[in-house]
């Protein structure tokens, strides 16, 4: 009897484990902690946090690793000053100035054409109006404002920022004032020699000017490092398990 009473008994628990699985629910946890950790979730909330969010904004100031903060503020002071002030601190050489070439054809030429006459094919098919020539008087560009331009944009012209490395952004600059040179006629600026240019890297180096497009070795294994450790150290079994945590 009791044992008849033992099989009900588990007949009757195993239909109701059974009928109560939901296809589209989460199964049970067995040792939920091995799933829900005891850690904070990045994007969790929690009462303990300002906001009750894990997620915090960098501190005031913080500048990303490879990027450097840009001086001239996106205001006209800004762009007077920076076309007074600002000066390409890449060599003019050959090398530079045909990568600034193949960039511009990338990202200036549909709108102000291979010679910098502002007759790109969006201006020939009035997609963009009111693209200038580069040797426009009224404008006298410099170095220092093509960069600025390109940095934050101009009304219907968007910034470059985002697609462009600094180091891009001046090679692209070199270029441009060859095309001002080029359409007002006047000669060809002669290029820097490689040993001229490298004595003018080392000293950009030393002050910073060009900092943020190129890493000091030290700063490149830090960043490689975690990464790598991390895989190594794990064994196939915590692999897998971090995987299963994903999921
Ligand atoms: C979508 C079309 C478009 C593209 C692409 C574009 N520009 Fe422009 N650009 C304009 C227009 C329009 C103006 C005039 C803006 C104004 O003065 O209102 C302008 C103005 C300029 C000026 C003159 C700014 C001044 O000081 O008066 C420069 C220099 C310039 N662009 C450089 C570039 C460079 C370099 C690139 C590529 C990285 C580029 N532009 C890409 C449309 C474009």
Redesign the pocket.
Known sequence: MKRLFNIGLLLVSASLAVGCFNEDDRNYQYFPNMYESVGYEAYGSYEVFENSQEAKLPVEGTVPRGWKPYGFEDSNEGYQNAKASLTNPLPYTEDNVNEGKAL?TI??A???GDKGDGKGT?AQREK?L???A?NDAG?A?TEG??YH??FYG?????S?AAQTSEEERWK?DHY?MDLKRQLNGAPKREFVSEEEAEMMMKENASDESISGTEMSEEDQNDEAQPETTEQEDMTEGEQENTEVNQK
């Open positions: 511009y990202y200036c549909i709108c102000h969006l963009i009111g693209i200038p580069y404008r560009i404002s093509v331009v390109m101009l009304n219907t012209m968007g470059y692209i441009v």
